[in-house]
């Protein structure tokens, strides 16, 4: 048995009453990454109480769940986890978790300044912002480019258009965002405002500009959802252009669907710098770092968890379905790090 006492830097946290109910009714919880305080947080609920349990990674990011397990991106790895429901029972036979996510295998990148993150053909591929392009993960290299934008003329380390969020579509990239379609470094934090651009990747074509510092396309049920972060606008874009759904009171970075529900990360502004001076700072007082549920039916919000103190920011959400009350085996657990281990079945 290993201790399974969560990271003692806590967060201060409060939310509604039909939080945790949504939760329960989906029987989801949630991956939450934050990349200024450095975790992996999951989000789980008993139906009347919301637990936030957080594992320390340095600037974590793109965060991606499948069946097998989930991604994390940090600042200069990608660490897949396997999905260990077996071992809940051996490892912690007094807890009530259900299943465990083990770090199994890490890719040591450098610093690419990772985003997005997903699955292609069993391979993990994410979205470099410091090389302007899609990128594979490799046994022989730090990494593999497989796309760039067609205005971005040589691949450099050099941050020429803020290429951010990736749309996967039958475990393909269909969608990306970039903040404007710049070939010189730095030179997209000139046109942060409105010159925010959806691409094609299967067309290297831009399908539509003038948002303001775009972030995480989903494609869900056949619609392709984006943050308008700067403007905290959640909405579609189709034929019609940019179709706002709801606006919420904060810089959107971070978006999953699941049922009628979309869960929508929002944070602060902390590096005036970079994203300073955005429409959203002009609409509200002071902004809220949380995860905000909107019915997608009805374009109506529906509850939040907001976070308070230490945390400012949010990367990436994403649903764990089917498991309630998941745990990661962090590296600030050694003990737990040093004494689980995960074999495989006897041969008969």
Request: with cysteine.
């Amino acid at each position: 048995m290993v201790d399974p006492t969560p990271n003692p830097h806590d967060y201060a946290y409060d939310y509604s009453l039909s939080f945790p109910a949504i939760l329960r009714d989906l029987g989801i919880s949630l991956a939450v990454t934050t990349y200024q305080a450095g975790g992996l947080c999951l989000v789980t609920s008993d139906g009347e109480n919301v637990k936030v349990t957080n594992r320390t990674y340095q600037r974590a990011m793109g965060c991606y769940v499948h069946p097998k397990g989930l991604l994390l991106a940090t600042q200069n790895q990608v660490i897949s986890f396997a999905s260990a429901p077996h071992l809940v029972t051996r490892y912690y036979p007094k807890e009530t978790y259900d299943t465990l996510y083990v770090p199994q295998m890490a890719y040591y990148t450098g610093d690419l300044a990772a985003h997005d993150v997903g699955l292609m053909d069993g391979n993990i591929i994410l979205v470099s912002s410091t090389f302007n392009c899609i990128v594979a993960m490799s046994q022989d290299h730090s990494f593999v480019p497989i796309w760039k934008p067609h205005f971005i003329t040589a691949l450099t380390a050099e941050d020429r258009c803020h290429l951010n969020g990736m749309a996967l579509e039958r475990g393909r990239p269909r969608y990306v965002t970039a903040v404007a379609a710049t070939n010189k470094q730095g030179q997209w934090r000139e046109h942060k405002n409105n010159s925010g651009l959806i691409i094609d990747v299967t067309t290297n074509q831009i399908i539509y500009q003038g948002l303001t510092m775009p972030h995480s396309p989903r494609i869900y049920e056949g619609d392709l959802w984006v943050l308008s972060s700067g403007t905290g606008e959640l909405g579609v874009v189709n034929s019609l252009g940019f179709q706002p759904m709801i606006y919420l009171p904060g810089f959107l970075r971070g978006l999953a669907f699941h049922g009628p529900y979309a869960f929508v990360a929002l944070s602060k502004i902390r590096e005036k710098k970079t994203f300073g001076g955005l429409p959203i700072e002009e609409k509200v007082g002071e902004l809220r770092c949380s995860i905000e549920i909107v019915n997608i039916q009805t374009g109506l919000w529906e509850g939040n968890l907001v976070f308070h103190k230490d945390l400012e920011e949010l990367y990436d959400v994403q649903i764990i379905p089917n498991y309630r009350q998941p745990l990661v085996v962090g590296y600030d657990q050694p003990d737990d790090i040093q004494l689980l281990f995960d074999l495989p079945s006897p041969r008969k």
